[in-house]
């Protein structure tokens, strides 16, 4: 049993306000061929889209088989239309481009069956309507009551407890009418049909019910329901989908629509693809930074010297030149930081007694000076320089030679043509720049200071902080002395 309480809907157009439907209650039976007469614009077109899901009411209740409509969601509007509802229009909205048995199977897509069991129902429904040798034409090539026929073929192929028809004669012949009347109330034995009409005629003729319809309200009901009549009652059926029939139904839209879904996906792809690029590309450059890093590293030898290096102490900034004429003997800061690895015998064995898997090779340098003195006041000072830690010594022989642009014909001036490298680079406090490979440099910071073992090793007895003149350092010779002179 299908109810409608106080149904209300108001169109507000501007601020005209159209009451297509003022207060309509009204009751319908399980079986009955309802007709609903009334002039054009009274509404009827109104309260057939209410009763058939298509619009909502303002306010009132629509209540299908004892069940407010009120809190129905979207879903619930769905089942309804889909399962219970069977429409007919005026003008048959068929689809154009596709067959008739295809327009007919179209008004189940939703309701989950299977394909050769709606292609079944369909030939039935068509064959109902006496149409099964006209079953592959297209619909421009029917007539207009052989196409309201298809309409009503899609309409009860579903077999809904409901048809509503909408003028389905307005625009077909009388004879023509008359047979499509005639089906419609045999489909009505079956079923609630609920038909606006504008033909009286055809109306008191088929029709069980008459319903006079005028300016959104019910002007009279030949047969009103009454609450002591007992009424089969309908019972909602739900969309029932089983998970198969879902993405059987999914692929046939895919299917269907295969441009907008080759778009979609080209445009979800181009998405998906970048952010993977963009992925994998940061992923593959960490694992080749990491690779090339590690290999480069493998590369470098693991040097143990005899003088190791506290990188945690920092040299302090030196800020401007000092404007003092004397040079003061201090600590270096490298000096400070540096500490004796004690490298014996014992620690070699160690060494070779490692895993020989844990090292390509493992090579020792073993290296002896050349005898350098200086003659302090007569006395033969011995001279210490380092060709693996100048830091340390704060003399050096080879390196200077090369980078101070010293050396005679080897480096005359540096490789771009310029002044040489020395003196590009430091200014003569005292003396003059070196002329030939054999002079001595003796290089002081911004703040005159001097590395102290510079002075030690170039023979001066020194204390910290202790300050020399120009003249006290320059001019000092150093003799290379033969080992068996030396020893
Ligand atoms: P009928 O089918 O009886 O000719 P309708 O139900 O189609 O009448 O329309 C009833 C009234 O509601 C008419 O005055 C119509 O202009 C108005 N109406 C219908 N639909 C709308 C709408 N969507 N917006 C505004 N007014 C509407
Ligand atoms: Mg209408």
Known sequence: MLELKHIKKYYHVGDTITKALDDVSVSFRQQEFVAILGPSSSGKTTLLNMIGGLDRYDSGDLIIEGKSTKTFKDADWDAYRNNSIGFIFQSYNLIGHLSIMDNVEMGMTLSGVSRAEKEKRAVDALTRVGLAEHMHKRPNQLSGGQMQRVAIARAIANDPEILLADEPTGALDSETSEEIMQLIKELSKERLVIMVTHNPQLAKQYADRIINFADGKILNDSAPYSEHEADDHFTLKRTKMSFWTALKLSFTNIKTKKGRTFLTMFASSIGIISVAIVLALSTGFQTQIDKTEAETLAQYPITIAQQGQDTSQRPSQEKGFSKSDQVTAQTSAADKAQHVNKISQKYLDYLN????????????????????????????????????????????????????????????????????????????????????????????NRDNTVNINSLKNLGFTVKENQKYNYNDLVGQTVKVVANDDYY
């Not at 200086?374 to 980078?403: C, H, I, L, W």
Request: net charge positive; hydrophobic share 35%.
């Open 353 to 444: 007694g490692l895993n020989k898997k844990l090292a390509k090779n493992i090579s020792y340098t073993y290296a002896t000076g050349f005898n350098l003195v200086r003659d302090v006041n007569g006395q033969y000072k011995p001279v210490k320089f380092s060709n693996s830690n100048p830091e340390r010594s704060g003399v050096d022989a080879s390196a200077m030679m090369s980078t101070l642009g010293v050396g005679g014909s080897v480096y005359p001036v540096d490789r771009y043509g310029k002044q040489s490298y020395l003196e590009s680079n430091y200014k003569v406090l005292a003396g003059s720049y070196p002329k030939a490979a054999t002079d001595i440099v003796l290089v002081v």
